[in-house]
């Protein structure tokens, strides 16, 4: 019996060693506590990589919110992607729904590997040509009389026709993607916000809001919203509209107040001065409570963000999980 005793006490100690661990990839992949909503960090510049992942410019997050998974932004680099999303556990077969913020390669990237893992998942894309979306051009000016004299070979199409639709072909091709005009409700409590760049874009549009100066047309921009008991939810991408017009933007739209703006701010090629004016502009005028700036805010303005809101400053660098309410 005694024997018994001590090899009860034997198998009391060697059994936790013995049994599999978790290792912290597969602990972290796992969904947040119930009570909790999560975005967690995959791809960035700066971060703790205590788990393995790479350091590359980009953004890239993965959102649970309300039993969704969200992906937003992929990162500069689909091997990077792929890597990071291994080293972080992460399941892409369980996104329901993937965003891109805009064009640019530092977030479009690993869509190459997502939509490898998962073609069909939906996908939601800025309204933007370059990324594949149908253009209607018309030829406005173009009348009868204005075009009198000219030979049938020397009009389009021989004649007759005033407008031209066409879809270019791009890395979507084929996917289950839904091109976006303007901001709404994509799932229950789930909202894309719309705005344009002020300071990129292609083409010139015509006419022009001051004489002799043709105004960039700029570029579609997707930010993702999600609502809460709290307020709302906001997370950026590069911020090419403007950090400050995004917030407006959600605000006019939800009528909600902002409790959290998390992502790119893009305000590494600003000075102090401007950086500290927008920080308490965002957080006494715009009432945005909590801030998690990550991605292409800059490390002045990590500083100045970090110092003025304290407590209600959340870091997000790669590999962090920043959390908030239902």
């Given at each position: 019996?005694?024997?018994?005793?001590?090899?009860?006490?034997?198998?009391?100690?060697?059994?936790?060693?013995?049994?599999?661990?978790?290792?912290?990839?597969?602990?972290?992949?796992?969904?947040?506590?119930?009570?909790?909503?999560?975005?967690?960090?995959?791809?960035?510049?700066?971060?703790?990589?205590?788990?393995?992942?790479?350091?590359?410019?980009?953004?890239?997050?993965?959102?649970?919110?309300?039993?969704?998974?969200?992906?937003?932004?992929?990162?500069?680099?689909?091997?990077?992607?792929?890597?990071?999303?291994?080293?972080?556990?992460?399941?892409?077969?369980?996104?329901?729904?993937?965003?891109?913020?805009?064009?640019?390669?530092?977030?479009?990237?690993?869509?190459?590997?997502?939509?490898?893992?998962?073609?069909?998942?939906?996908?939601?894309?800025?309204?933007?040509?370059?990324?594949?979306a149908p253009m209607h051009y018309t030829f406005s000016h173009d009348t009868k009389e204005s075009l009198a004299g000219l030979p049938r070979e020397q009009l389009?199409?021989?004649?007759?026709?005033?407008?031209?639709?066409?879809?270019?072909?791009?890395?979507?091709?084929?996917?289950?993607?839904?091109?976006?005009?303007?901001s709404r409700e994509v799932a229950a409590g789930v909202y894309l916000i719309v705005?344009?760049?002020?300071?990129?874009?292609?083409?010139?549009?015509?006419?022009?809001?001051?004489?002799?100066?043709?105004?960039?047309?700029?570029?579609?921009?997707?930010?993702?919203?999600?609502?809460?008991?709290?307020?709302?939810?906001?997370?950026?991408?590069?911020?090419?509209?403007?950090?400050?017009?995004?917030?407006?933007?959600?605000?006019?739209?939800?009528?909600?107040?902002?409790?959290?703006?998390?992502?790119?701010?893009?305000?590494?090629?600003?000075?102090?001065?401007?950086?500290?004016?927008?920080?308490?502009?965002?957080?006494?005028?715009?009432?945005?409570?909590?801030?998690?700036?990550?991605?292409?805010?800059?490390?002045?303005?990590?500083?100045?963000?970090?110092?003025?809101?304290?407590?209600?400053?959340?870091?997000?660098?790669?590999?962090?999980?920043?959390?908030?309410?239902?």
């Amino acid at each position: 019996m005694r024997n018994v005793s001590r090899v009860a006490v034997l198998l009391l100690i060697w059994y936790p060693l013995l049994a599999p661990a978790q290792s912290p990839a597969t602990q972290s992949a796992a969904a947040p506590a119930s009570d909790q909503n999560s975005i967690l960090n995959l791809y960035d510049a700066f971060g703790y990589q205590k788990r393995g992942t790479i350091l590359d410019w980009g953004f890239s997050a993965l959102v649970h919110y309300n039993g969704k998974t969200i992906l937003f932004d992929t990162g500069n680099s689909a091997d990077g992607f792929e890597h990071n999303v291994k080293a972080l556990g992460v399941d892409l077969n369980q996104v329901d729904i993937a965003v891109l913020s805009h064009r640019h390669a530092d977030h479009i990237s690993g869509f190459d590997y997502m939509l490898k893992v998962k073609p069909a998942v939906k996908a939601y894309l800025p309204a933007d040509p370059v990324l594949g979306a149908p253009m209607h051009y018309t030829f406005s000016h173009d009348t009868k009389e204005s075009l009198a004299g000219l030979p049938r070979e020397q009009l389009y199409f021989g004649g007759g026709v005033n407008s031209i639709d066409y879809k270019p072909g791009d890395r979507f091709h084929g996917a289950n993607q839904e091109y976006v005009e303007a901001s709404r409700e994509v799932a229950a409590g789930v909202y894309l916000i719309v705005t344009r760049s002020v300071m990129m874009g292609d083409f010139n549009a015509y006419p022009p809001s001051e004489p002799g100066h043709p105004d960039l047309a700029g570029f579609p921009e997707l930010s993702l919203a999600l609502k809460t008991e709290k307020g709302v939810v906001l997370i950026t991408g590069c911020s090419h509209s403007k950090v400050e017009v995004i917030i407006r933007a959600a605000k006019q739209y939800l009528g909600s107040n902002i409790e959290l703006v998390e992502g790119g701010f893009h305000l590494f090629p600003y000075d102090a001065g401007y950086i500290s004016n927008l920080a308490k502009q965002m957080k006494d005028e715009l009432g945005v409570r909590r801030v998690a700036p990550a991605h292409c805010t800059g490390n002045l303005a990590f500083k100045i963000f970090r110092d003025l809101y304290g407590a209600n400053y959340n870091y997000a660098g790669v590999e962090s999980e920043v959390t908030f309410s239902h």
